[in-house]
């Protein structure tokens, strides 16, 4: 049942464009806990095959099911995230010689900036998916924009939650050595959004309209790494500054420009939301913005004296 019910909710394309991303995280899981190198054999090509096979299963019938779509894909964003986190900590220690030298907090950062960044690389792709590409959302379907779902965009969402949901517990943990209050609230405002969008389905296309703004967080996090490498006064350090300097002007300051347009033009239809939702679709972006001026500046700061520097 679970099969059919997701091919009748979602389109073909839906299905071809998220698969790879679920069957990915599913090896790259089984794949860190045995690292020893073997020669290949055609028992254990046929035991990936096998296991790849019942991978699309899972996915397919339990995952993408539609009863369990809210509470699969919270769980499986907390094991994408326990997956990114270990597997960044592996790889670091044989790779990368720095690693090996940081206090163990740092470590646990730059854990954890690898998983948001794995979190952001998936979640732009699905938003930038859904709002561009995907008919979700276009002018051609019928109905409110504001309650347009689909098993994909509320699994996508899902697995959203269950990042902020790690993310948000690992920052209050180690308060405030990986993260202040600006952190906390950022996370808690972003949970509460995107949970409210994914468990009622309402106001999913201006959740990912902000959620396209993640497309920043790899820039913040490399130059994390950077400076934490040592590597401030490098060319790489200089180039992702003015890297990030630009993403941010566009996706968290002229995109969300064009989102309370969009939200200006559409309002008659946020005007049908529940009370609840219709104060997160008017606030949370609202809230966001300023945060988003709040550190632009910074940004803007910080690449004025690395430019200063380099005259």
């Known amino acids: 049942m679970g099969i059919c019910s997701f091919l009748l909710s979602s389109t073909p394309n839906h299905s071809t464009i998220l698969l790879p991303f679920f069957v990915g995280f599913l090896l790259w899981g089984f794949l860190a806990t045995d690292i020893h190198v073997m020669q290949v054999s055609k028992t254990s090509v046929m035991a990936m095959k096998s296991y790849r096979y019942q991978a699309e299963l899972l996915v397919k019938d339990y995952l993408l099911a539609d009863p369990f779509v809210p509470y699969t894909s919270v769980l499986f964003g907390i094991f994408m995230c326990k997956v990114a986190y270990d597997v960044t900590q592996l790889i670091s220690s044989f790779y990368f010689k720095v690693y090996a030298s940081l206090t163990k907090i740092q470590q646990i950062e730059w854990n954890n900036r690898s998983m948001s960044s794995a979190h952001a690389f998936f979640i732009t792709t699905m938003s930038l ?30 697995v959203s939650v269950g990042y902020f949901i790690t993310d948000l517990v690992m920052i209050v943990w180690l308060y405030p050595l990986i993260g202040g209050m600006e ?60 890297v990030m300097f630009f993403a941010w002007l566009v996706a968290r300051i002229l995109w969300f420009m064009y989102l309370f347009y969009h939200i200006y033009v559409h309002y008659d239809s946020i005007m049908q939301m529940h009370a609840f939702g219709y104060l997160l679709v008017l606030g949370v972006p609202a809230v966001l913005s300023v945060m988003n001026m709040m550190w632009f500046g910074k940004i803007l700061r910080g690449l004025r004296k690395q430019l200063a520097k380099r005259q």
């Open 129 to 158: 998916y859904l709002v561009f590409v995907s008919d979700l959302y276009s002018g051609r379907r019928e109905g409110l924009v504001t309650f347009r779902s689909s098993n994909i965009s509320t699994f996508a969402l899902g």
């Open 183 to 242: 952190y906390v609230c950022h996370h808690i405002l972003s949970l509460v959004a995107v949970a409210y969008a994914m468990l009622t389905g309402e106001g999913q296309l201006y959740t990912y309209m902000v959620l396209i703004s993640e497309a920043t967080t790899p820039g913040v996090n490399l130059r994390w790494f950077l400076d934490t490498a040592g590597m401030k006064r490098s060319n790489a350090y200089l180039v992702n500054g003015i």
